[in-house]
């Protein structure tokens, strides 16, 4: 089997010990230690693998990190636990915060057993950075968060390797910034760079002010709807389908339930009426199953954009979208209304 095949079987396999796992030892022991062992660390070496690990000076003696890894007795990464249960935020990483000051560490991992965040150095030297630059949900593995995964097993790590893997990820959020930026406010130089591309006749103020709304509404129809950078990085979970399947049998009671399709983007998963993405029943945001979101579009409302305007709605369970069913039934009457 391939390191892929491997880490999607261990870690489905893995995530299914997740439930009533609530405190950070029982979660070390069958979460977080099996995973580093997947990863080819032995967590049986004291010399590899150290608990409770408190560095020599800078930091108070109560005050330790609960696992430090080793390498040819250099240390490597630290590693902070919280309960399975717990949904990772800023506040826990003041720990791993301190230790970057005062040791020689420059990966530092902050995890539930379940999501890793990964954590260095990179804008300021011995001073963690702010923001994770890699995060890895367990039940949620893509093609490229495996890759990353790569680099922090025992047989390839290399701190040179990482850091530069570090630096594209950089540039890949600025980038992406940058064109989100772009398609919600695209530039002068932009309209008159596709405008070119379209128009051969000469470009008037009326006329680019023409170019600039179409152009603005293309953008915004292609990358939010129907483009995506890599659709191999895409996975259609189980609770999105279980999501699909229940809003299709909601709607089913006003439309033909044929009507009702599915299709899976990065930040979300939609379902649309007559696979129209003018035509969105609910989104699914789904990447968090700790933080169930559902949107609706019952309002009819539009952004400045043209994009329908979204109600965010926090669930428990995947069933509880059927405490929603008006909405939905509402939604599929309208866009029928409109038709």
Do not use: W
Request: net charge negative; with cysteine.
């Amino acid at each position: 089997m391939t390191f892929e095949e491997e880490i999607v079987d261990f870690t489905n396999a893995l995530v299914s010990k997740k439930r009533g796992i609530t405190t950070e030892e029982t979660n070390k022991i069958a979460l977080v230690l099996p995973f580093l062992r997947f990863l080819g660390y032995d967590i049986e070496n004291p010399q590899e693998l150290k608990a409770e690990y408190s560095a020599d000076v800078g930091v108070k003696k109560s005050e330790k990190i609960d696992l430090a890894l080793f390498i040819e007795n250099e240390l490597k990464m630290l590693i902070e636990c919280k309960p399975a249960n717990v949904r990772l935020t800023s506040n826990h990483q003041d720990q791993l915060y301190r230790y970057f000051s005062v040791s020689e560490v420059k990966i530092g991992v902050l995890t539930n057993g379940i999501v890793y965040r990964f954590f260095t150095d990179y804008d300021n030297p011995s001073r963690m950075d702010d923001n994770p630059f890699l995060e890895v949900d367990l039940r949620n593995l893509t093609e490229s968060k495996i890759e990353s995964l790569k680099l922090f097993t025992k047989d390839n790590f290399s701190l040179e390797k990482i850091m530069e893997h570090v630096e594209e990820l950089k540039y890949r959020q600025m980038i992406h910034n940058a064109l989100l930026e772009e398609i919600n406010y695209p530039s002068d130089e932009l309209i008159h760079t596709i405008a070119k591309k379209v128009y051969s006749g000469k470009l008037t103020k009326p006329r680019i002010k023409y170019f600039e709304k179409i152009i603005k509404e293309e953008l915004k129809d292609v990358f939010d709807n129907d483009y995506e950078l890599d659709p191999s990085d895409i996975i259609t979970i189980g609770e999105e389908m279980e999501g699909f399947y229940i809003v299709r049998a909601i709607v089913s009671e006003v439309i033909n339930s044929n009507r009702v399709s599915i299709r899976d983007r990065k930040s979300y998963c939609g379902i649309l009426l007559d696979d129209n993405h003018h035509y969105p029943i609910c989104r699914l945001y789904f990447n968090d199953l700790d933080n169930l979101i559902v949107a609706f579009f019952d309002s009819m409302q539009k952004d400045k954009h043209g994009g329908r305007v979204e109600e965010r709605i926090v669930i428990n369970n995947v069933v509880d979208i059927y405490n929603y069913k008006e909405k939905l039934l509402e939604t599929v009457k309208s866009y029928d209304k409109m038709k």
